[in-house]
Each structure stands twice: as C-alpha cells, then as structure tokens.
C-alpha cells in the first residue's frame, strides 16, 4: 500500500494537470489552424514539453505531501538484552572475535538471520563475551546496532528478537518519506525520516538499551594516561564515503585507534596507522551527543544515493562541515577493521554479494542498474577475501598470528534483493533460511576451517550449501 500512497495521488495530479492545461490551450485559442507554420508547431511542442515537466514535478511534491501525511508511525519492537556465558569453551584458542557486516540493502534480512545463528553459536560455546569487535556497512551498519545493542537473540525460545521482528514488517513507510523535489536545486527524492524515527524509539527511548550502547562509549582518554586505560568491551567501525575526498571514512568508539603507530619504511618516522582526518571517536563523556552522533553515522552508512540526502557531519579536526553517503560506494565489505586494525583470530564473515550469478536481463533499465551495482559490490567483496588472504600470508611469514574465517552468504536466485524494501514476507523467510543455514554450517564446518584456507559458504533458496574458494 506504502507505493500507491505516491503513485495514485501522482496519476490523478497529472490528470488533473492534463485537463487544466487542455482547457486553458482552448480559452486562449492554440488549436490546430493557428500552428500555420513549422515555428510555430515548434514553439507549441516546446511549451506542451515545458507544461509536463512543470506537471509532473508539481504532481510529485503533491503525491509526496500526500504519502507524509498518511504513512502512519512504523512499527517498533524491542526487549532488554539477556546474555548468557557457560563454563564450556571448546573456542578458547581464539581469544579476539569480530564480526564483519556487508552492505546489500533490503538482503540485509539473510544476514540478521546468520547474524542470530552466530550469536547463539557463540553463547552455547561460552565464548560471546570474547567478540571484541564489529564493524558494517550500509545496511551492516544498521544490522550491526542490533548486535551492540543486545537485541539479536529472542528473550525466550519461540518468540522473535527484536531485530528479527523489524525485518518482518518492513514497508516503504517505515524507512522513508518522498521529500520536496525540485530540479537543479536537490539531487534526492525522499528522506529517511520514518527510519530515523525508529532509531529513536529503539536506541534512544528504551532506556535498557540506551544504556547498554551507552557502556560502549567510553571518555576521551586524558593526556599522559596509559594507553588502554580506558576500553570499551566491544568496539565498532561503521563506514561512510565522503563525497568531496572520495575516501573512505568511519565512526568508532575505540580511544585506541589514535594509539596505532607505524614506521615509514622510506623515511623511517613514525605516523599514524590511521589518518586522524578520516575517523570520528564517540566520546562517552557526553553519552546524549555521543547516540545523536552514532544515529549520524548510521545513517551516513546507509544514505543510498540519490535516494536520501548527503548526511552532513562536523570534521572534528577542522570543525567544518562534511557531507557524506552510502559507505558501500567505496568499500562494501570492511574486513579489514577486523585485521589490520582489531587483529583478531576469529572473524564471522557476512558479505550479501559475493555470490553473484544471475540471470541476463534485457528488458529493464532498473534491472540492468541494479546488476551493475550488485556485481560492483560483489567484485568489492571478493578483494575483500583475496586481502585477508595476503594478510595471513604476510603474518605466516613474519611469525604474527593469523587469522580465521567464517563466512556465509544467501546466493541467486534471491527472494528479496537490494531494493526489495517493500517485500516483508519474503524478508522474514529469508531471515529464517539464513538463520537455520548458518546454524547447521557452524555446528557441521566450523571445526574443518584455518587460516590457510578460506573458504565461502553460499546458501541456495532451498538451504542447500555450497562453497566458493577461488579468491
């Protein structure tokens, strides 16, 4: 119902504008016998051009006034988290874990259900307290605050978390509302206002939940303290792309990425591991300004262009402002928070376009863009793997230690892709496979994995596995 809200009101505006316009060509007399001349046809079939461009952009603003109005509240569920740890631990070897988390839009939904099936995995082998990282982009950086939150196993058995309880309802209504258009004046069509809205209600007002991000957030380290004096349990990495630099940047909550040094191999001075222009730490001295900061780089993750407006962020260096989107555009995949920055020896993989075989399409414009992008991001994804790759070889060769990869991914042909938004039922079946998919390729290949072989785990419509190893 969500798109008949826009497109009814746009149709009948139009028609409306056709009918107005007909009766004014009639009132001033520009009929047939007074286009004489091919000037004249001309100057005419320019005007009837200019009065359906006029038309059509007055009929949007009027439909996308209409859908504001009438689009109702979204839906939000949420519960306290409930964290369990047991004695039994057959993953003590890996001592860091990290999850990493893909963007893909609407097939988001196959990764919150693996994103579940790895947290219990974690929780029944006692070994939850032990992810010390995770980072996502895009819609990862979304999926990414239900695990920070709590919020990704159910309370009790049989009912749904609340992550898997806003997958099943998603609509076009709850994610966004179409905005004022005018041309050569605003490159988007709509705004995230609904989603920002739920933001709100399940990050900010449920005061359970605030206050478990809020421990994630910890004060700006005083000068001369040692480094490590003050750590987060669990630090993120959520990713944005700045327009006007084309880099990649991120917001985190880890004091400890200023503290990452490394020495020029060239010129033998010591610099930063990390830019200090291309980050933002959450400070936790002022954990109200800290939630506005982190819904700020959620939503820059996940500002689809040209569908949402660039997000703009002070630079806290230069305390200019900066204008930001979508962080997938630059890197999909951002694997290597849990490598070069996190080295961790355990990292749950969750890429959304690594498998990308499909059929041609030679009918849709939409389609032809769509696949476009998912192989992109698909071909980003794959780099992705190849790097860990060299990662692990360099550490083999120096004697550092490697790490280890899980990694699973829905593949073609998908029930829901990236801008499936407007598909809840297929969302939450796609939640469920992925959910149980990943639960049997933990408890059934997991022990087989090293560092020396990664490997990817696809998962087929049915539940059918299998596996990608050719980086």
């Known amino acids: 119902m969500a798109v008949w809200r ?33 000037a004249k046809a001309l100057l005419f079939g320019v005007l009837l051009v200019g009065l359906f461009i006029v038309g059509l952009i007055l009929s949007y603003n009027l439909a996308a006034l209409f859908y504001r109005a009438t689009r109702g509240s979204p839906r939000v569920t949420v519960h306290q988290s409930d964290r369990r740890s047991l004695a039994v631990q057959p993953l003590m070897k890996y001592q860091r874990i990290g999850l990493i ?10 990764q919150a259900g693996a994103m579940r099936a790895i947290w219990e995995f974690l929780e029944d082998q006692g070994a939850l307290d032990r992810v010390c990282m995770v980072a996502g982009t895009s819609i990862g950086a979304w999926n990414a605050l239900f695990w920070m939150a709590g919020l990704v196993r159910p309370p009790t058995a049989g009912d749904e978390s609340a992550h898997e309880s806003w997958w099943r309802a998603i609509k ?7 905005d004022w258009y005018l041309p050569l004046v605003r490159n988007h069509l709509a705004r995230a206002t609904p989603w920002r809205r739920t933001f709100q209600r399940m990050f900010v007002e449920c005061e359970p939940v605030r206050e478990r991000l809020a421990r994630l957030l910890v004060p700006r380290r005083e000068r001369g303290e040692r480094v490590g004096g003050s750590q987060a349990p669990l630090h993120f990495y959520l990713t944005r792309s700045n ?14 990425v200023a503290d990452m040094k490394r020495t020029d191999a060239r010129t033998g001075t010591v610099k930063a591991v990390v830019d200090p222009l291309f980050y933002q730490v959450l400070d936790g001295t002022d954990p109200g300004g800290a939630l506005d900061e982190l819904e700020e780089a959620v939503f ?13 962020i002070v630079d806290p260096i230069a305390q200019e402002d900066e204008w930001f989107e979508d962080g997938g555009v630059i890197e999909n995949l951002p694997m290597m928070f849990g490598t070069q920055i996190e080295h961790c020896d355990l990292l749950f993989v969750l890429p ?3 498998s990308f075989d499909a059929e041609v399409n030679h009918h849709s414009i939409l389609a032809r863009l769509s696949r476009a992008m998912e192989v992109r991001q698909g071909v980003i994804e794959r780099n992705a793997f190849k790097q ?3 990662y692990n070889d360099l550490h083999k060769a120096t004697g550092k230690p490697q790490v280890t990869i899980f990694a699973i991914c829905p593949a073609e042909p998908l029930a829901v892709g990236t801008i499936d938004f407007h598909k809840p039922r297929e969302a939450g079946a796609a939640y469920r496979l992925m959910y149980e998919a990943t639960g049997k390729e933990l408890r ?10 990664i490997r990817l785990a696809t998962v087929g419509p049915k539940g059918e596995r299998k596996y990608i190893e050719d980086f």
């Open 6 to 38: 826009l497109v009814v009101p746009l149709v009948l505006v139009m028609l409306g504008w056709g009918m107005l316009v007909k009766g004014a060509l009639e009132y001033f007399g520009l009929s047939r016998p007074v286009l004489d001349t091919q």
């Open 172 to 178: 076009p209504e709850r994610i966004l509302d179409f």
């Open 444 to 453: 059934e290949g997991f022990g087989s994995l090293t560092p020396e072989w």
């Open 388 to 390: 860990a790759y060299l």
């Open 101 to 110: 988390l893909a963007g893909g839009g609407a097939k988001g939904a196959y």
């Open 352 to 354: 959304l376009n690594a």
């Open 243 to 256: 327009v006007k630099r084309g880099l990649l940047e991120f917001t985190t909550n880890s004091w400890d």
């Open 300 to 312: 820059a993750s996940m500002d689809i262009p040209p569908l949402f407006p660039f997000v703009r």
